[in-house]
């Protein structure tokens, strides 16, 4: 070679490698710049995914952004099917997942040169994703549905009687449950459990309580009594029964009609009706209430018949000590008879408070007195001279009758006539006919 080529090319070689080398050495010395830039590997853009499913699986799309060029997709895993491409949207579905562990599948996407992948999971089989079966009341047979193919052990709680057989079956698992025997609903837990013991699942059966049931739920009458429908839901045969002569009831196809009499005792009065089914023993209760019959101060004034113990009959009447609070009880057949009686507007008007009253002076100095009657706690009969001191109660019932309701202690039903000394402070003996001769008094209003 000639001399000055060899120079030549020997300089220009190491030229090039100054030049190399000082590019290389200004690069790492100066690091990246702004006129620096990043080359990234182009990937199909995704608007929005299904990843994740669960072990019973479903339909997913993937929706893809703006792309050139034609979409299409695969995937190997045999379990990820009907894999679609319409346009920008991918559809696919994910079968049930029958193993105890979870899965992933890759959909491989591909637009010209361009590729992307997406991950696809699915949870592992867990029996079932209910935490509980609702049964009717009609019982029956029932299937609690659980992957195909799945292979479990199940255990019912033993005190659940009322599931009469259970098996399991291509679909999952059937239960034989009896009709509901209450109102009241039942529950019962499971437990599914894989062979190897590695997964368990929990689950509650709850039957509905029987469907006995009443619209309104419960009927109020005004004093005047008349009837009243009811809705009977749930209609088999059922009995009804209750306690209230003022009271009757009558089957109708929608349910029965309820009759009350009108209210003459005076107070409010509630009957409890109690339905029950014949053929379940289903039982639930139904409540009639009717108002009380409104008494007025007014009502109370004039003449009254005492029919005392024994049959005896005496004419009292009742006029106005203080309006609207209280009364003068006197009579013509019983001189000096002066008794006060007070008026309550408790228990709507119908109780009337009597007192210990003087009615005279015998001969001897003592005093009769006309008191109402108690038993004492050994049985005897107690005697309260004290005005207003104690008190005997008295209903009326709105039309005609008073009758002793009783008092502040254990009482004998009435009133009674007391002999006491000229002093008042000793017993000196009964009013003829015994200590109990006004016991069971009523008085009857005169017309």
Same mark, same amino acid.
């Given at each position: 070679?000639?001399?000055?080529?060899?120079?030549?090319?020997?300089?220009?070689?190491?030229?090039?490698?100054?030049?190399?080398?000082?590019?290389?050495?200004?690069?790492?010395?100066?690091?990246?710049?702004?006129?620096?830039?990043?080359?990234?590997?182009?990937?199909?853009?995704?608007?929005?995914?299904?990843?994740?499913?669960?072990?019973?699986?479903?339909?997913?799309?993937?929706?893809?952004?703006?792309?050139?060029?034609?979409?299409?997709?695969?995937?190997?895993?045999?379990?990820?099917?009907?894999?679609?491409?319409?346009?920008?949207?991918? +559809?696919?579905? #994910?079968? @049930?997942?029958? %193993? &105890?562990? $979870? !899965?992933? *599948?890759?959909?491989? =996407?591909? /637009?010209?040169?361009?590729?992307?992948?997406?991950?696809?999971?699915?949870?592992?089989?867990?029996?079932?994703?209910?935490?509980?079966?609702?049964?009717?009341?009609?019982?029956?047979?029932?299937?609690?549905?659980?992957?195909?193919?799945?292979?479990?052990?199940?255990?019912?709680?033993?005190?659940?009687?009322?599931?009469?057989?259970?098996?399991?079956?291509?679909?999952?698992? +059937?239960?034989? #449950?009896? @009709?509901?025997? %209450? &109102?009241? $609903? !039942?529950? *019962?837990?499971?437990? =599914?459990? /894989?062979?190897?013991?590695?997964?368990?699942?929990?689950?509650?059966?709850?039957?509905?309580?029987?469907?006995?049931?009443?619209?309104?739920?419960?009927?109020?009458?005004?004093?005047?009594?008349?009837?009243?429908?009811?809705?009977?839901?749930?209609?088999?045969?059922?009995?009804?029964?209750?306690?209230?002569?003022?009271?009757?009831?009558?089957?109708?196809?929608?349910?029965?009609?309820?009759? #009350?009499?009108?209210?003459?005792?005076?107070?409010? !009065?509630? *009957?409890?009706?109690?339905?029950?089914?014949?053929?379940?023993?289903?039982?639930?209760?139904?409540?009639?209430?009717?108002?009380?019959?409104?008494?007025?101060?007014?009502?109370?004034?004039?003449?009254?018949?005492?029919?005392?113990?024994?049959?005896?009959?005496?004419?009292?009447?009742?006029?106005?000590?203080?309006?609207?609070?209280?009364?003068?009880?006197?009579?013509?057949?019983?001189?000096?008879?002066?008794?006060?009686?007070?008026?309550?507007?408790?228990?709507?008007?119908?109780?009337?408070?009597?007192?210990?009253?003087?009615?005279?002076?015998?001969?001897?100095?003592?005093?009769?007195?006309?008191?109402?009657?108690?038993?004492?706690?050994?049985?005897?009969?107690?005697?309260?001279?004290?005005?207003?001191?104690?008190?005997?109660?008295?209903?009326?019932?709105?039309?005609?009758?008073?009758?002793?309701?009783?008092?502040?202690?254990?009482?004998?039903?009435?009133?009674?006539?007391?002999?006491?000394?000229?002093?008042?402070?000793?017993?000196?003996?009964?009013?003829?006919?015994?200590?109990?001769?006004?016991?069971?008094?009523?008085?009857?209003?005169?017309?």
């Amino acid at each position: 070679m000639n001399s000055t080529i060899k120079y030549r090319h020997d300089n220009f070689l190491l030229n090039a490698c100054s030049i190399l080398m000082l590019i290389v050495g200004m690069s790492l010395f100066s690091g990246c710049g702004e006129g620096d830039w990043d080359y990234t590997v182009p990937s199909i853009p995704l608007v929005s995914a299904d990843y994740d499913f669960d072990q019973f699986g479903g339909n997913g799309t993937i929706v893809i952004g703006e792309i050139v060029g034609t979409l299409s997709a695969s995937c190997e895993q045999e379990w990820l099917t009907s894999l679609l491409v319409n346009g920008s949207t991918v +559809s696919f579905t #994910v079968t @049930p997942n029958t %193993s &105890i562990r $979870s !899965r992933v *599948a890759e959909i491989f =996407l591909k /637009s010209g040169n361009i590729t992307s992948t997406v991950i696809i999971a699915q949870e592992s089989a867990m029996f079932t994703n209910k935490e509980e079966y609702i049964i009717s009341s009609d019982g029956g047979v029932n299937l609690l549905e659980m992957p195909s193919g799945l292979e479990y052990s199940f255990t019912i709680d033993p005190e659940a009687t009322w599931i009469t057989s259970s098996q399991i079956v291509s679909q999952g698992l +059937s239960i034989d #449950v009896e @009709p509901a025997s %209450s &109102i009241l $609903s !039942r529950s *019962a837990k499971v437990i =599914l459990e /894989s062979p190897t013991g590695r997964k368990s699942k929990t689950f509650t059966v709850i039957q509905e309580g029987y469907d006995f049931g009443f619209f309104p739920e419960a009927l109020n009458f005004a004093f005047e009594g008349g009837s009243q429908n009811i809705i009977v839901s749930g209609k088999r045969s059922y009995s009804v029964s209750f306690d209230a002569p003022w009271l009757t009831f009558e089957k109708n196809a929608e349910g029965g009609v309820f009759t #009350v009499a009108s209210n003459v005792n005076g107070d409010g !009065r509630t *009957a409890s009706v109690t339905f029950t089914d014949e053929s379940y023993g289903a039982v639930t209760t139904f409540v009639v209430t009717q108002d009380p019959d409104p008494a007025e101060y007014e009502d109370y004034l004039g003449d009254w018949e005492i029919m005392a113990y024994g049959g005896n009959k005496y004419i009292v009447t009742l006029s106005v000590k203080e309006e609207k609070k209280s009364f003068y009880m006197t009579s013509e057949s019983w001189p000096g008879l002066k008794i006060e009686v007070q008026w309550s507007t408790a228990n709507n008007g119908r109780r009337l408070a009597i007192f210990a009253q003087q009615l005279a002076t015998n001969s001897d100095g003592s005093i009769l007195l006309y008191l109402p009657a108690y038993t004492s706690a050994s049985g005897g009969a107690s005697f309260y001279t004290g005005i207003g001191s104690s008190a005997s109660y008295f209903k009326f019932d709105g039309v005609s009758t008073i009758i002793c309701d009783g008092g502040t202690s254990a009482v004998i039903d009435g009133f009674i006539l007391f002999n006491r000394n000229a002093a008042n402070t000793a017993n000196v003996g009964w009013y003829s006919g015994g200590p109990n001769r006004f016991t069971g008094t009523v008085l009857n209003k005169i017309q």
